[in-house]
T-cell receptor, first 111, second 114 residues
Framework: GNSVTQMEGPVTLSEEAFLTINCTYT??????LFWYVQYPGEGLQLLLK?????DKGSNKGFEATYRKETTSFHLEKGSVQVSDSAVYFC??????????FGTGTSLTVIP | DSGVTQTPKHLITATGQRVTLRCSPR?????VYWYQQSLDQGLQFLIQ???????AKGNILERFSAQQFPDLHSELNLSSLELGDSALYFC?????????????FGPGTRLLVL
């Protein structure tokens, strides 16, 4: 069946460090892939998405590329800020409209 | 602010009871999704409605039911509550019904079953 596996946290980085959060998926067909972010006490917000292979989603300095050959959608940011501290979720939407979320990766950025 | 509202924010109840969670989607959105977020299970997709009709079903227990009304608001009913139902319940909405849609999440309802 469909599933999403994402990197275990928590992750702690210094400000301006490079961030990678790994996400791999298992799916039949051609799913859409998403990264959502959850700030403390809030609901999830879409960070970026990609709807087909080789698409690159980007927003607020974050990027992720839909890699069909490696079934991956890794999240990257070149220089993190304290305000990026949050929980990040990788998600998959399949053609049957089922949605699958990873377990979330907690990121803390220290000044 | 996503534009999705959920009430109540917090709910404390006892085992065996029944509760109703309410969600109002963003203006113009036709799809509503319900999710359960717990520490041990992560974020689980429960069910989706589109324009009043059930569109997709995830890991929703038989004790749980949902509906979407003509004004597009949705309610999630949880009955015969168990301790393990304690969780954060999120509603999300989107404009359309496909898997490519961006979902906008509400702030959640925190349910505590004692």
């Amino acid at each position: 069946g469909n599933s999403v596996t994402q990197m275990e946290g928590p992750v702690t980085l210094s400000e301006e460090a490079f961030l990678t959060i790994n996400c791999t998926y298992t799916a039949t067909g051609y799913p859409s892939l998403f990264w959502y972010v959850q700030y403390p006490g809030e609901g999830l917000q879409l960070l970026l998405k990609a709807t087909k292979a080789d698409d690159k989603g980007s927003n607020k300095g974050f990027e992720a590329t839909y890699r069909k050959e490696t079934t991956s959608f890794h999240l990257e940011k070149g220089s993190v800020q304290v305000s990026d501290s949050a929980v990040y979720f990788c998600a998959l939407g399949d053609t049957g409209n089922q949605f699958y979320f990873g377990t979330g990766t907690s990121l803390t950025v220290i000044p | 602010d996503s534009g999705v509202t959920q009430t109540p924010k917090h709910l404390i109840t006892a085992t065996g009871q029944r509760v109703t969670l309410r969600c109002s989607p963003r203006s113009g959105d036709l799809s509503v999704y319900w999710y359960q977020q717990s520490l041990d299970q992560g974020l689980q997709f429960l069910i989706q409605y589109y324009n009043g009709e059930e569109r997709a079903k995830g890991n929703i227990l038989e004790r749980f039911s949902a509906q979407q009304f003509p004004d597009l608001h949705s309610e999630l009913n949880l009955s015969s509550l168990e301790l393990g139902d304690s969780a954060l319940y999120f509603c999300a909405s989107s404009a359309g019904q496909t898997d490519q849609e961006t979902q906008y999440f509400g702030p959640g309802t925190r349910l505590l079953v004692l």
